[in-house]
């Protein structure tokens, strides 16, 4: 039986809106993004551009909050307006 893995950075420091969820910080939303949010989730680090709801954690919310974005099932102004409420 394993237990699940929480990583708390504590006080971190915040991104621009614009930022959020372009975790390569290249101008776009891809996969890409996807694969460097992994990257940070397998590596136990802290970026801000993946801490989309800006809850000093990286967590499953944030990960569902870029796949609606990347899959279209939400636009960048919703995915904010619904990080905002899972802070």
Do not use: H, W
Request: glycine share 4%; proline share 2%.
């Amino acid at each position: 039986n394993t237990p699940a893995v929480y990583y708390d950075f504590g006080s971190v420091p915040s991104v621009t809106t614009k930022a959020l969820a372009d975790i390569n910080i290249d101008g776009n939303y891809t996969s890409s993004d996807e694969v460097e949010f992994l990257n940070y989730v397998f590596a136990s680090e802290y970026a801000a551009e993946a801490d989309i709801n800006q809850d000093g954690r990286i967590t499953s919310i944030d990960y569902e909050l870029l796949l609606d974005l990347l899959l279209g099932n939400k636009t960048y102004e919703q995915m904010c307006a619904e990080a905002q409420k899972n802070a």
